[in-house]
């Protein structure tokens, strides 16, 4: 029994003792990783230069950080992992208690120059300071990328569009020759898995991604791999703040027919609604980028529904001339007969004095002529008759071209009448009330219209 337990100590001690000297640093000193590290970074790991490396390339997109539509810019937050294998690294996990894989300082191996095609700016997250490596020699890097990245933003359909932005993994300077690339998931993988792991998506809605591989047509090219990440933006906040707003804004240019034009309330309204619409295209003009190819359907919405507003101000403006042209007409004929009553009046009393210049006259007619021979008695009864005979003679003459004065006062009358007949009291508001009716008809028509063919445009663009 003692004997058998002395067997049992010595087992556990052999197998602390064999544990004991198992360690990475065995594995490294094994692969002569520490002593000749330099060499193992500096160069291709392959033993024959005419056998290319084979890159194994894996990206999953983690977050949308940021579209920058001004700039044309996309920052994706990207995991990536590129595999390899290095022909000088080998053990026997055996050998070394069961290890199979060990991780290491990144700076020790051979790393392939991959760089992104579209990045404009230098990686902001660190990168990993180490790789794993296992027995049979396979490499594995993985990042965490914070990319800041071109992309060509197609804004036709803005606030409903849906963006393309590609990511381009290719070497630095190695040609097909040295390097061979290829992608070691699928678009449907990456697809799922990204949605997996995505933490933010910021004001875009993930779709898709959609994985290509361009095998290099000599060895002088080179390989490519291209992940196209397909986002759709997330449109209810800017119907919310813009497109409703202007839309409002148009209602209350609709609305402002309602207002009288007789003042100048509705004429400073329309300035007031126009403005407003100008404030929200600046708001818009920060937005959109400035190198887009064709004008998209939100700057023709805004434009169209200003010409719209600037038309109806102008159509106000025309219509309170007319109205104004009117006031003023109504303002001359008042003046006109005016004068008119007052020449009458005149005449009236001018016809009401004549007697009494015949009755001086009458007064004044008596003169005696001595050569005669009669006595002033006897002539002053002749002379009555004489003098009472003209003066009745010349009141009839007075009181006849006074009525023909009269006659000519109505014929000009009349006909300044007819000629101011069109610009009579109410005519031009007439005119002015049947050009608000049939503008505001062709208005809402055209609005209707142009309302229709925007949104038949973003549904269909």
Known sequence: MMLN???????????????????????????????????????????????????SLEVLLYAILDVVEKDQKFIPYVWTVMRWHNEYISWDPNQFCGINSISIPSGILWKPDLTIEEMTEKDKAPASPYLTINHKGD???????????????????????????NLSFKSVIHTARDIRLLASDNSSEATEWSREVMRTQYEWLFIKMTVTSKNASDILGQDMVIYT??????????????????????????????????????????????????????????????????????????????????????????????MEKDSKASKDLEADKGRSQGGNKRGKANIQNSPGEVHEWTQ????????????????????????????????????????????????????????????????????????NRYFFILYITVVSLFLIYISFEWSNA
């Open 139 to 165: 490499v594995e890097v993985q990042n965490y990328q914070v990319l800041v990245s071109s992309c060509r933003m197609h804004i036709y359909k803005f606030p409903f569009d849906i963006q393309r932005c």
């Open 229 to 322: 990440i397909t986002m759709k933006r997330r449109s209810i906040l800017y119907i919310v703040n813009f497109l409703i707003p202007v839309l409002l804004f148009l209602c209350l240019d609709l609305s402002s027919f309602l207002i009288s034009d007789n003042g100048g309330e509705k004429l400073s309204f329309k300035v007031t609604v126009l403005l407003a619409v100008t404030v929200l295209q600046l708001i818009l003009n920060e937005i959109l980028p400035a190198s887009s190819n064709r004008i998209p359907l939100i700057a023709l919405y805004c434009i169209g529904i200003f010409g719209l507003m600037l038309l109806s101000l102008l159509e106000t403006i025309l219509v309170m001339h007319l």
């Open 5 to 55: 337990g002395f067997f049992f100590l010595l087992f556990l001690t052999g197998g602390v003792d064999s544990e004991r000297h198992c360690s990475y640093q065995d594995v490294l000193s094994h692969l002569n990783l520490t002593k000749n590290k330099e060499l193992y970074s500096m160069t291709r790991p392959v033993k024959n230069y005419k056998r290319p490396t084979l890159i």
């Open 364 to 435: 004044c007619a008596c003169v005696y002529d001595d050569s005669t021979g009669e006595t002033p008695s006897e002539l002053l009864p002749v002379a009555k008759e004489g003098n009472s005979s003209k003066l009745t003679e010349e009141y009839h003459a007075l009181e006849k071209l006074s009525d023909e004065l009269r006659e000519v006062e109505k014929t000009l009358s009349l006909l300044l009448i007819n000629r101011k007949e069109e610009e009579k009291p109410g005519y031009w508001t007439r005119v002015a009330k049947k050009v």
